[in-house]
């Protein structure tokens, strides 16, 4: 079994506003949020929340909530990382708002983040977490499911 | 097909006979594996209908947002500007977060 399966994966903001703009070069965003959210046990840090809660109204974010309980699990990480583990983050090239992602997901011991930026964090070579596209992350599904059937 | 057989208000269930395809009961089956096949069917059909309600509430969620988006002129937009928007966003955020 895949660790993706088992483990718990954060996933980035940006996953929900191509899946609820339904752009077209975004398919997989949509299909992650509406075949596979029972096969993930998610991390949600504070950060996407309160970037969530910018981009859509209270009755939206409670639209998302219900629909993220389809999730085989689902924890809001209503905490935010040490000042001192953003600041390390920062020092080593990321941007303030990337380096709480960083930080929230180092602290939690978060290995998987889900987001269609490719270039998340891309010149820091040895992340403690791996940024993995909703396509990859339906292509290691679709594959287990597979050898399971 | 689907026969109801019995109705037990006592506990709240209705009794049902249910005709499946062949196919479809053999991957139930494969599924099940040590569980009652009853309850696995419970669960599926349970899980099938609240994925259901929950492309619907999506749907209405994508078409209020999308509709702002127009009005804003930023239904259009690219994924490198989306990415941008979301990116100054997140500094935004970070900064009330994490005040210099």
């Known amino acids: ?149 | 097909m689907v026969e109801v057989s019995e109705m037990n208000p006592a506990n709240s269930t209705v009794q049902i006979t249910l005709e499946l395809p062949q196919a479809v009961y053999e991957r139930v089956m494969q599924r099940a594996g040590d569980r009652p096949v009853e309850m696995l069917l419970v669960d599926l059909i349970d899980q099938g209908l609240q994925a259901d309600d929950a492309e619907q509430l999506w749907q209405q969620i994508a078409e209020g947002y999308n509709q702002r988006l127009a009005q804003a002129g930023k239904l259009h937009q690219t994924t490198d500007e989306v990415l941008a928007e979301l990116a100054v966003i997140r500094e935004q955020v970070a900064d009330e977060f994490y005040p210099d």
Not at chain 1, 44 to 56: G, K, T, Y
Not at chain 1, 110 to 125: D, K, Q
């Open chain 1, 1 to 149: 079994m895949s660790s993706i399966q088992t483990e718990q994966v954060a996933i980035d903001t940006n996953e929900f506003i191509f899946a609820l703009r339904q752009t077209p070069s975004h398919p997989f965003c949509r299909q992650l949020m509406f075949s596979k959210l029972s096969e993930l046990n998610l991390y949600m840090p504070f950060q996407v929340l309160a970037e969530l809660q910018r981009n859509l109204t209270a009755e939206e974010m409670r639209g998302i909530f219900f629909l993220l309980r389809q999730a085989k699990s689902v924890q809001w990480d209503y905490t935010l990382p040490d000042a001192k583990v953003v600041a390390k983050w920062k020092a080593r090239g990321a941007k303030k708002g990337d380096a709480v992602i960083s930080a929230s997901l180092e602290v939690a011991g978060i290995r998987y983040l889900i987001s269609e930026n490719r270039h998340f964090l891309s010149e820091i070579s040895d992340l403690p977490f791996q940024v993995l596209s909703s396509e990859a992350v339906i292509r290691v599904l679709g594959s287990i499911s597979e050898k399971d059937s």
